[in-house]
């Protein structure tokens, strides 16, 4: 079942933080979240697994809260380079992927 | 190559007309996956291929669509009978192993218009 991302989009100026949520209905194993870019290919995150773990890279961060089934994405002193559109795949009981709608992030100057 | 590669990157066809998308996985990916990407939407999953074993064909939406890999090289998703709802991008993404959440590699993706 897909999961469902909010917001479905979200306008920043640079230096701004956001929170992407990432929520679904079913037991979850893991959620990865994936970056794409007006016309590229998505670009992979991170990956995080049952445990209600936090990850981080450079100022984007993420957590997972498995008992929630809810996963959300943190992007702190946003900068323009973040501006794109951001999916979450969440891992459920049959071992496969299946992509939210995505969160159309804008990063203005 | 350093990456996956797809071709080709912009595919116009009539209703009808049968086409083939390519891909080529990241040297040394054991998997490899087709998704379709409908405008504003996100990814949904097609095939899956998973080394030596048979692939995992739950998402083909239709017996139109069909996909082939050779080895752990090539893939060529054929879609026959083109209707305007096939209209979308199609991404290939490969990874190390062969485990569907593994860290997945995208290509570029081909935008396929139907008339």
């Known amino acids: 079942q897909q999961p469902v991302q909010s917001p479905q989009a979200v306008i920043l100026r640079e230096g701004e933080d956001a929170v992407i949520n990432c929520s679904s209905s079913k037991a979850l194993y893991s959620v990865h979240w994936y970056r794409q870019k007006h016309g590229e290919a998505p670009i992979f995150l991170m990956i995080?697994?049952?445990?209600?773990e936090q990850k981080g890279h450079d100022k984007i961060s993420a957590s997972f809260n498995e008992k929630k089934q809810q996963s959300s994405l943190y992007l702190t002193a946003s900068q323009l380079s973040y501006s794109g559109t951001y999916f979450c795949g969440t891992e459920g009981s049959n071992y496969k992927l299946t992509f939210g709608k995505g969160t159309l992030l804008t990063v203005n100057p | 190559g350093a990456g996956v590669s797809q071709s080709p990157s912009n595919k116009v066809t009539e209703k009808g007309k049968d086409v083939e998308l390519r891909c080529d996985p990241i040297?040394?990916?054991?998997?490899l996956y087709w998704y379709r990407q409908r405008l504003g939407q996100g990814l949904e999953f097609l095939i899956y291929?998973?080394?030596?074993?048979?692939?995992?064909k739950s998402g083909l939406p239709s017996d139109r669509f069909s996909a082939e890999r050779t080895g752990e090289s090539v893939s060529t998703l054929t879609i026959q009978r083109t209707q305007q709802e096939d209209s979308a991008v199609y991404l290939c993404?490969?990874?190390?192993?062969?485990?569907?959440?593994?860290?997945?590699?995208f290509g570029p993706g081909t935008r396929l218009t139907v008339l």
């Open positions: 040297s040394g990916h054991t998997a």
């Open positions: 995080l697994l049952k445990g209600g």
């Open positions: 993404a490969s990874s190390r192993r062969e485990r569907f959440t593994d860290t997945q590699y």
């Open positions: 291929f998973q080394g030596n074993s048979a692939p995992d």
